[in-house]
């Protein structure tokens, strides 16, 4: 069998294991769902592994495996370090240089889920009977996984698939379950939140710092662009690989600050809020991430109207009218929409109508995972092996290409279940705000995904759809608070926030790690 064929077989067998540990009641049916998730992944790596490099490849497993018993018994031992740990590696690609194959890969996250996977086996092994941590985006999760992994049958770049299979899917899955796992508690959620706000700070001044020096740490791409329009912009993308990573992390914390701030935070912590978020928001105008602003207004607007309920709408009608007017009184924006849409919007609107002319041409199933590169190259005539041209930039057009109308239901459903399951607790109490958090910043990567296509790629999308199903449960924050540390004085759930959630780049009560 070659190592395509092989690829093949792995996909659904791998997600139907990762389907197993999500959805399945039985303890013997999730330790069976362990071992196919581990089994269908180690069949990728003959199609996936650069070739000539067995021995360096084997060393590397072996410290790999013994890395992942390690951070095992750290997770066993410090179980609010797998949290902590998961939101610190979000932005730590590391280049990857084995012979001809270069790749950034998140090397610390996938210790992190490797050794979360450990920590998981031994817990069933040793009689863990939790089931379905994630609530009502456990079965949506799992179909639509299990349907990714299914469509590499029939995907002419299985290749292509295989990396979206492995190094998101299948890993980001089981981190998304992992999270859920855990026994969440006030205390780990501001330190969560604290860490989230000190991180956005960091790299909102190294932002700024890039901008007013106009040096890129990384990322060639970014450099020629900036010395195309050197006159016009700077962009600058921080310690992240892409600009418009960089600014959907700040808009996560940024989002994540804004909630306390309009349910009545007062005093010094409210004066330090709006500083932070001003700060942050500049870092984020200087990475001039359309895509990532779009996400900000759609998570603002959706919190303003949760908490400001009417008003909210006079708001919204007048950020509206303003937006529309500032825009038409650029130049450069009337002359680009006078252009054509494509124009405007730097040819993405052609790319998102092909996709949706593929999507249209194989309705039911779609052409399969990572295939729509190749599909789009054969329908405009682009050439090259990896027609970047053709790379999608809208989430919901590519599941729609690739996977048809099943992904794109399925993808739907796994939406609706997080922003329902979020939003249904979403309040002025400490809960409530967690809940309103948690729904706002998934419908703005929801919103970022229709400019920049890494939905599924992001982990921190992952992240939300475990914290939605957290706050989903009845009472989740006074049920875990009486198990805090013995003699501690963690506020109450029942009073507010507005005098116990800290502000941006403040420091919890909750000690640091």
Known sequence: MSSVELARVAGPVAAAGLALLLVSG???????GLAAWAIGGLAFVPLLAPTGH?????????????????????????????ALGALAAVPARVPVHVGSTEANLLI????????????????????????????????PLALIGFWFG???????????????????????????????RLEWTRSTVLRVYALLAGLAVVFAAVGLFQWATH??????????????????????????????????????????????????????????????????????????????FAALVAGTLIIAV?????????????????????????????????????????????QVTTGLHIARDHPLAGVGLGDFKRAYAERTGVRGKEPKAGASHNTAVTVAAETGIVGLALLAWLLVAGLLAAFRTAGPRFGGQVALVAGATLAALGVHSLFYNAFFEDPTTWGLFALAAVVWRPGWVEAREAEAVPGSTAVSSTQPVATATPALAVPPEAERP
Not at 26 to 32: E, F, I, N, V, W
């Open 26 to 32: 039985r303890r013997d049916l999730r330790l069976a």
């Open 54 to 82: 067995r021995p360096l490849l084997g060393a590397a497993a072996i410290f790999g495996l013994a890395a992942a018993c390690g951070v095992a018994w750290f997770l066993a031992r410090w179980p609010w370090l797998l």
């Open 108 to 139: 610390p996250l996938y210790g992190i889920v490797a050794g979360a996977v450990v920590l998981l086996g031994w817990q069933l092994w040793h009689g863990d009977v939790r089931e379905r941590e994630l609530g009502p985006l456990a079965l």
């Open 150 to 180: 299914l469509s590499l049958a029939w995907s002419d770049d299985v290749r292509e698939g295989s990396i979206t299979m492995v190094f998101f899917v299948l890993p980001f899955g089981l981190l998304a379950l992992a999270l859920a």
């Open 215 to 292: 040096e890129v740490f990384w990322n060639n791409k970014v450099r020629i662009g900036n010395a195309y329009h050197s006159e016009l912009f700077f962009r600058v993308n921080s310690l992240f690989w892409d600009p418009s990573i960089y600014g959907r992390f700040l808009v996560v914390a940024i989002l994540a600050t804004l909630v306390p701030v309009l349910y009545g935070l007062r005093g010094e912590r409210l004066a330090a809020a709006v500083a932070g978020i001003a700060f942050v928001w500049l870092g984020l105008l200087v990475s001039f991430s359309q895509s990532s």
């Open 306 to 350: 949760f908490v400001w309920r009417r008003r909210a709408i006079a708001v919204i009608a007048l950020t509206a009218v303003i937006a529309i007017v500032v825009a038409l009184a650029i130049p450069t924006t009337r002359h680009s929409f006078g252009k054509g849409l494509n124009h405007a919007t730097s040819g993405r609107w052609g």
